[in-house]
C-alpha cells in the first residue's frame, strides 16, 4: 500500500526550528511534485512550499526566508526545514506527492495524515 506519512510536528516557542519529513513508502516507481500545505483553525488549506521532480521549488510568500523544501529521492523523503518560527504557523502541516506506483501506467494524487505545528509566542 502506498502512503505518505509526516513527521517533525511538535510545540515550539518563537524564533525556533523544526524540520518536518514527509515519507513515501509502498511500491512507489517515481516521486512527482511535492507540496507542503497547512491549515489553521477556522482558514483554509493553503500551499506553503513546493518542489518538482527536479528540484524546483516555490514558497508562499510569508514563509520566504525562513523555511527550506528539500527531497531525497534515495529515501523517497521531503523535507520542510522551517526557521526562525512565528506563532502564525500554528498549524497542522500536510504533505501531498503525486505517486507512481511500480506497475501503473499514470501517477496519482496522495496526501499525509498531517502533523500538527504549534508555534507560542
Known amino acids: 500500500q502506498v502512503q505518505l506519512v509526516e513527521s517533525g510536528g511538535g510545540l515550539v516557542q518563537a524564533g525556533w526550528s523544526l524540520r518536518l519529513s514527509c515519507a513515501a513508502s509502498?511500491?512507489?516507481?517515481?516521486?512527482?511534485?511535492v507540496g507542503w500545505y497547512r491549515q489553521a483553525p477556522g482558514k483554509q488549506r493553503e500551499l506553503v512550499a513546493a518542489?518538482?521532480?527536479?528540484?524546483?521549488?516555490v514558497y508562499v510568500d510569508s514563509v520566504k526566508g525562513r523555511f527550506t523544501i528539500s527531497r531525497d529521492n534515495a529515501k523517497n523523503t521531503v523535507y520542510l526545514q522551517m526557521n526562525s518560527l512565528k506563532p502564525e504557523d500554528t498549524a497542522v502541516y500536510y504533505c501531498?506527492?503525486?505517486?507512481?506506483?511500480?506497475?501503473?501506467?499514470?501517477?496519482?494524487?496522495?496526501w499525509g495524515q498531517g502533523t500538527q505545528v504549534t508555534v507560542s509566542s
Open positions: 501531498n506527492a503525486g505517486l507512481l506506483r511500480v506497475g501503473a501506467v499514470s501517477s496519482k494524487d496522495y
Open positions: 509502498g511500491s512507489i516507481f517515481s516521486i512527482n511534485a
Open positions: 518542489i518538482t521532480s527536479g528540484g524546483s521549488t
